[in-house]
């Protein structure tokens, strides 16, 4: 058992030691507590099988951790991280400000943090402390740190989660690059992505707000054309970020991403605070996500098409991801038009099913909402671009440039996939999204306006109407249809 070297006593976790020696620990296991400004044990004169000490030199205490069967120590990051070093998974009991022990409680906020990621096990009790000591005698394996990591990326990981809002300091960590398309659906973002996807250094994952459910649970077809669970790429995801798609509380994150990511909840998200243990779960393993599809794919830059402002704005909340926002836009009344089509889904794997439908004014309400959204990130200092869709497939090239000058990749990329306005798309890695994700081959990059000569009037009115604010900002024509007059009647059709 160790407290550390913080100057504040520790005395409560010396007592419960103490206490569970006293109730017939000593009978089990002999112990060693380095006690530091704490009191000495009671153990070191009334009791046998406990040595003890002020304090021990590195190379001692991690001597005796690797062998111990059990590590009791406070909720100090250096320590625990020591534990996980050598295998140890360590039982803590964190510091508490109304006990003298700590200047605040942040020990007792990362711990129970650390603990949801599967680092260590807390004892906020002396009953819980027994009840874990006990176990791990019972149970030696219990108390084995286990992971298909190697040390460095599990030293990244857990500093990944030190670094967070409740103040505790890690060493600067390399940043998972992410680029996401934001915006709204039917913008042209999948065609968008798989032309980035095609430059050297890029991964295009497609929309990872749906991961978990479209990829893991209803195990689509990955954009290589194969289901998820058969595809050599996530699987490899899987086994480096988790040791396993099934070490995943797979159904718990669904609930917490449907119930964040929500357009109600983008104050609260927009705030970087609050969300609770659920949510920090939540990102902790999207984190770790994001990272396995970096390493396994060697990726320079990940492409996430998700467009929903709100995913991005929990994207924003975890440190070690650097997320940079292009805000793909198209005249609203293509992608309205575009909603309105029934398209079929090619990746079901048991029975064909179609994309979702969209009415004329909750598609437009949509087009405002979640554009306006995506425009709050530039307001919270992400790094942002704009882009339109018209100007993509007008000048691919120069926009594609532009993109990776502004991802930070510099503009002597290789484009040669880019043969004028025709593009060589290799295939896919992405788990939802639009048709275009299963394209290979030549594909010729033209605009579709289909919407001009087949959007009804009266829909290109309410449309053209509604989200008339946007397309004044983004430069789109706006005119009033002129209205078909009855010939029998003289009325307006």
């Known amino acids: 058992m160790t407290v550390g070297t913080d100057h504040h006593p520790f005395d409560r976790l010396i007592r419960w030691v103490d206490g569970w020696l006293e109730a017939g620990g000593r009978d089990r296991a002999s112990c060693f507590v380095q006690y530091g400004t ?11 099988h406990l040595e003890h000490s002020e304090y021990l030199a590195h190379d001692d205490m991690t001597r005796l951790t690797s062998s111990a069967t059990a590590v009791v120590c406070h909720g100090g990051p250096g320590t625990i991280m020591d534990c996980l070093k050598v295998g140890t998974k360590p039982i803590v009991v964190p510091r508490r400000k109304v006990e003298g022990e700590h200047v605040d409680d942040h020990q007792l906020r990362f711990t129970r943090r650390l603990q949801s990621a599967g ?54 960590l390399p940043r998972v690059p992410v680029l996401y398309i934001g915006g709204w659906g039917r913008s042209g973002s999948t065609l ?52 396993g798609w ?75 991801i650097d997320l940079r926002v292009l805000h793909l836009v198209r005249d609203g009344r293509g992608v309205v038009f575009s909603w309105q089509k029934q398209v079929l889904r090619p ?19 949509r087009y405002l909402f979640y554009n306006e959204g995506t ?32 991802a930070g990749i510099g503009t002597s990329a290789d484009l040669g996939f880019l043969s004028g306005g025709t593009a060589s798309l290799e295939r896919s890695h992405t788990v939802d999204g639009n048709p275009m994700r299963f394209a290979t081959g030549p594909l010729s990059i033209r605009a579709d306006e289909e919407w001009r000569t087949g959007m009804a009037q009266r829909d290109r009115a309410i449309v053209s109407t509604l989200t008339a604010p ?10 009033r249809p002129r209205a078909r007059v009855d010939r029998r009647t003289g009325l307006p059709d």
Not at 38 to 48: D, I, M, V
Request: include cysteine.
């Open 119 to 172: 680092y260590i096990e807390v004892a906020e009790t002396e009953e819980a402390l027994r009840t874990l000591l006990d176990d791990a005698i019972t149970n030696p394996e219990r108390a084995i740190y286990r992971s298909e990591d190697t040390t460095t990326e599990t030293v990244n990981r857990f500093s990944e989660l030190a670094k967070d809002e409740f103040g505790i300091e890690a060493p600067a």
């Open 192 to 243: 968008l992505e798989r032309l980035l996807g095609q430059v050297p250094g890029f991964v295009s994952v497609g929309e990872m707000r749906d991961f978990w459910l479209r990829g893991y649970v209803e195990d689509r077809r990955c954009g290589c054309g194969e289901p998820f669970r058969s595809c050599e790429f996530w699987t490899a995801v899987g086994e480096k970020a988790f040791g």
């Open 347 to 365: 990746d079901a794997t048991d029975r064909p099913d179609h994309m979702r439908k969209y009415g004329v004014a909750s598609a437009s309400a």
């Open 246 to 320: 099934e070490r995943v509380p797979v159904e718990r994150l669904i609930h917490t991403r449907m119930r964040y990511d929500r357009p109600w909840t983008a104050p609260l998200l927009a705030t970087g605070r609050g969300g609770g243990t659920a949510l920090r779960e939540y990102l902790s393993h999207t984190q770790r996500l994001y990272r396995g599809i970096q390493e396994v794919a060697g990726a320079k830059m990940i492409i996430d098409s998700s467009k929903i402002p709100t995913y991005a704005m929990m994207l924003r909340r975890i440190p070690s």
């Open 375 to 406: 425009d709050l990130l530039r307001r919270l200092r992400v790094p942002y671009l704009f882009l339109r869709y018209e100007d993509l497939v007008r000048d691919p090239a120069t926009r594609l440039l532009e993109i990776l000058d502004f």
């Open 38 to 48: 704490s009191q000495a044990p009671r153990g070191s004169t009334s009791l046998n």
């Open 470 to 479: 946007l397309l004044h900002r983004y430069g789109y024509e706006i005119r």
